[in-house]
């Protein structure tokens, strides 16, 4: 394991899990909710990005996810900017880290840094199906972070069928055995951008979104669930920019103030996503 992923001070933690969310928010009632995370970052954000164990993943394939993590910061910045163009919404990105320069370190180590780009081969959990998680660290004034790790491996066969044709019998036991590959593969680039493109907006302060209406996952990238090797593009909404202007207000992260909103609703396509304020 990664030491600096050893962070044993983190206050919160979101994923984006492969799991369907349909029956987990079966009994809320039907107005979608948009939650935020009731941080934010007092100035610019210092984006910092780190190599994974080169062991577990392809170099050709690990430059490619360098470019999507790029891509996904940048379209935050410009998101932002064409939606309060009078706000700061740059980050800076620094340089990518290379493994053996931090597989030993702590975010100590990287005070500059806060939002922590680290990416896994895979999710060591086999309880979890996290594709993302996102943990947050503003205990100290000196130091606020959030940490996001991207898993670029999964398991493919989430749904299994079972071809009685393909079986062998046991020639003991006589018992049907079925061959199921469980291998992890890699995730495909665009997977990998919808969740970069999901933590950062945890790493940023916004929190999940959730809805019960048929289309209501398109409407924002703070969808909780993916099907990770499906075509599914994520796109930053118009919900997403309220809601991060609301938090941060129209300077944008150098002068966070409160936005005073009088008689204000969000609504998209006549549902109501954050409320009335």
């Not at 999710?123 to 606020?144: M, Q």
């Not at 944008?252 to 909103?261: C, D, E, F, W």
Request: hydrophobic fraction near 40%.
């Amino acid at each position: 394991m990664n030491a600096l992923r050893v962070i044993s001070i983190l206050l919160i933690v979101f994923s984006l899990s492969t799991v369907s969310i349909a029956s987990v928010f079966g009994q809320l009632p039907t107005a979608d909710k948009y939650e935020n995370l009731g941080i934010r970052h007092d100035s610019r954000p210092n984006v910092c990005l780190f190599e994974p164990n080169p062991t577990h993943v392809d170099w050709d394939y690990w430059k490619a996810v360098e470019i999507e993590s790029w891509k996904a910061v940048l379209d935050w910045q410009v998101e932002m900017t064409e939606f309060l163009p009078e706000g700061d919404w740059s980050m800076y990105i620094h340089s990518t880290v290379p493994y053996e320069e931090h597989w030993n370190k702590t975010p100590d180590d990287y005070r500059h840094c806060s939002i922590f780009l680290t990416f896994e081969a895979w999710n060591e959990d086999p309880e979890s199906k996290a594709l993302g998680l996102t943990g947050i660290d503003f205990a100290k004034s000196s130091h606020k972070f959030t940490y996001i790790v991207v898993y670029l491996h999964a398991v493919k066969n989430t749904s299994i069928v079972l071809n009685f044709d393909d079986a062998e019998k046991d020639p003991i036991t006589g018992l049907t055995k079925f061959k199921i590959n469980l291998a992890r593969e890699q995730l495909p680039l665009q997977t990998v951008y919808n969740i970069i493109l999901h933590e950062l907006g945890h790493g940023l302060g916004l929190g999940h979104y959730e809805s019960q209406s048929p289309n209501g996952l398109n409407r924002s990238t703070m969808t909780p669930s993916l099907k990770p090797f499906s075509n599914e593009v994520f796109e930053i909404t118009i919900a997403d920019k309220f809601m991060l202007g609301y938090l941060y207000g129209t300077d944008g992260y150098q002068k966070p103030q409160p936005v005073v909103i009088d008689d204000y609703c969000l609504f998209d396509h006549g549902i109501k996503i954050i409320g009335c304020f």
